[in-house]
């Protein structure tokens, strides 16, 4: 495999976009080629591409943080998985946001809870502690919009259900770090009367963390 090529290697089904995201944080000047695979019509190359960028915004967000409009822009794609893309590798770089650029596009990020896909919605609650980490002048806004996910109409109440699971479970990553814990713990309390085994198990686990058995 050639130092300088990498767009070749992402239709190859048998190279792993581990190691080619390993290759582009060698020799960030393969960048290029990995944002041009986006663009591709081969699924194989557009994905594999989508892979690489995100694991490189958990290795080392820097290096990708200059392409932050790159990515609020593929907010907006019409394709779920570059979405989904988009929204995992928006939050790791929230942790080297020099120039606050995840403030100016906050509603636009959390507009998408109410996105027709419930995966969407479960990869902005599931980023949200570590926004919250990265950011902790937001905590409250953010808070305020999980607490809405119990109030957004889904295409189920079972989806809503499991979505409030993901609420409950972000919660339990950064409650510890906020003096109001009252709006969180009394959503979590309902959930004791969810419909959904799995979400009430949550709510009971998370209040014995919180509060002692």
């Not at 896909?117 to 902005?124: L, Q, R």
Request: with cysteine; proline share 3%.
């Amino acid at each position: 495999m050639k130092e300088s090529k990498v767009l070749d290697e992402l239709g190859k089904k048998e190279i792993r976009a581990e190691d080619l995201s390993d290759k582009v944080l060698r020799n960030p000047d393969l960048l290029p080629e990995v944002f041009d695979g986006i663009s591709s019509a081969n699924p194989r190359i557009k994905f594999k591409s989508a892979k690489i960028l995100r694991i490189i915004s958990e290795k080392n967000p820097k290096m990708l943080y200059s392409k932050m409009d790159f990515f609020v822009n593929l907010l907006e794609s019409e394709n779920n998985i570059l979405k989904w893309t988009a929204i995992d590798v928006i939050a790791n770089l929230s942790s080297v946001d020099s120039k606050n650029e995840f403030d100016k596009i906050f509603k636009k990020f959390y507009d998408l809870l109410s996105d027709e896909s419930m995966i969407t919605a479960g990869h902005v609650i599931d980023n949200s502690a570590k926004i919250v980490r990265a950011k902790p002048h937001l905590q409250n806004k953010i808070t305020g919009e999980l607490l809405k996910v119990e109030k957004i109409q889904y295409k189920t109440t079972e989806c809503r259900n499991i979505l409030l699971g993901d609420v409950i479970l972000a919660f339990g990553q950064y409650i510890y770090h906020v003096d109001n814990k009252e709006e969180m713990i009394s959503l979590v309390k309902r959930q004791l009367k969810n419909s959904r085994k799995a979400t009430r198990a949550k709510a009971e686990k998370f209040l014995i963390k919180v509060r002692g058995p």
